[in-house]
Nanobody, 127 residues
């Protein structure tokens, strides 16, 4: 009922920058709200790990490996989260996934909570 569409991945050299975007939209014109939006990443053969998240009020959290290089932000009016990635390193190579948790009220007035993932966008950093 809610889909997340990511963009901005690509192939860059070490030291360069990329900006990822992820926008949430409803496939059924639901009036929804989103609490926390996050970026995860998964390298080949490894588990999916949290990179950064941001609450609706703007509180942020970062993995130690990206602190000082990555910046997460969001536009609540556009239901969009961004990840500015600077000084990229080969170890940042992974598929990056957007995640959002939120909810809406159904036709019976009941609160429905959910969590959705995006399809993933590849980030490749060459040395």
């Amino acid at each position: 009922q809610v889909q997340l569409v990511e963009s901005g991945g690509g192939l860059v050299q070490a030291g360069e920058s990329l900006r990822l975007s992820c926008t949430a939209s409803s496939t059924r014109n639901l009036n929804f709200n989103i609490n926390t939006m996050a970026w995860y990443r998964q390298a080949p053969g490894k588990q999916r790990d949290l990179v950064s998240d941001i609450t609706r009020t703007g509180s942020t959290k970062y993995a130690d490996s990206v602190k000082g290089r990555f910046t997460i932000s969001r536009d609540n009016a556009k239901n969009t989260v961004y990840l500015q990635m600077n000084n990229l390193k080969p170890e940042d190579t992974a598929v990056y996934y957007c995640n959002a948790d939120g909810g809406h009220y159904n036709d019976r007035g009941e609160r429905v909570e959910w969590r959705y993932w995006g399809q993933g966008t590849q980030v490749t950093v060459s040395s």
